[in-house]
């Protein structure tokens, strides 16, 4: 079994920051990709970020020079810190990320729960 907790979301006024964190648990063998996705009300889900585990990262557009994604492989954890938020980046922040537990197969996609980022003074 593999769990995904992302944590970190709340209310931020405009130009604030937060700092997401998404931690895997259960029985892990190997993570490749790791990303956050993002879910404004009435839209679809879209990609933020995302980052493979030797560290090459792919940043959405309307993030560049304002979000950094990160991860710490031993502790199988990602995090995303936010920086001079706006209102339209107000959301459900989900992390995903493609996980084997064992050495066979290319893994599975797992999501966490979500957290809510609200951007309004």
């Known amino acids: 079994q593999v769990q995904l907790v992302d944590s970190g979301g709340g209310l931020v006024q405009p130009g604030g920051s937060l700092r997401l964190s998404c931690a895997a648990s259960?029985?892990?063998?190997?993570?490749?990709?790791m990303g956050w996705y993002r879910q404004p009300p009435g839209k679809e889900r879209e990609l933020v970020a995302r980052i493979r585990s030797g560290g090459e990262t792919t940043d959405a557009d309307f993030v560049k020079g304002r979000f950094t994604i990160s991860r710490d492989n031993t502790k199988n954890t990602m995090y995303l810190q936010m920086n001079s938020l706006k209102p339209e980046d107000t959301a459900v922040y989900y992390c995903g990320a493609m996980i084997k537990t064992t050495k066979w197969g290319d893994g599975s996609f797992y999501w966490g729960q979500g957290t809510q980022v609200t951007v309004s003074s």
């Open positions: 259960g029985s892990i063998f190997s993570i490749n990709v």
